[in-house]
């Protein structure tokens, strides 16, 4: 499966922003995909992922503040945002995984990734 994800751009904290994965090759119901993302100096981090089944999860750090959603019909799965802080100014990675394992929040479970989108976001 090839990713695409698209979406990013320069915001203002409060706003909110509403990022797409794009699959192609082979249907994103396959797949548990997940968003990562890796702020400037950090390591990748893990923030979301919609399950196979269609169950979601979540870091801590974004509960209650971001959605992750899935379109079969769009074969997308989209990462919705709300009150942007300056701290999520981030390149936001999707990513596909076959693993059966769940939820897979460490970047090795992954074989496809999508090439990242830039989110910043001023103060």
């Known amino acids: 499966v090839q990713l695409q994800a698209s979406g990013g751009g320069l915001v203002r904290a409060g706003d909110s922003l509403k990022l797409s994965c794009a699959a192609s090759g082979r249907a994103v119901s396959n797949y548990h995909i997940a968003w990562f993302r890796q702020a400037p100096g950090k390591e990748r981090e893990f923030v979301a992922a919609?399950?196979?089944?269609?169950?979601?999860y979540y870091v801590d750090s974004v509960k209650g503040r971001v959605d992750i959603s899935r379109s079969n019909a769009k074969n997308t799965v989209y990462l919705q945002i709300n009150s942007l802080k300056p701290e999520d100014t981030a390149v936001y990675y999707c990513?596909?995984?076959?693993?059966?394992?769940?939820?897979?929040?460490?970047?090795?479970?992954?074989?496809?990734w999508g090439q990242g989108t830039l989110v910043t976001v001023s103060s």
């Open positions: 919609f399950r196979r089944s269609g169950a979601t």
């Open positions: 990513a596909a995984t076959s693993t059966v394992r769940w939820p897979p929040v460490t970047s090795d479970y992954y074989h496809s």
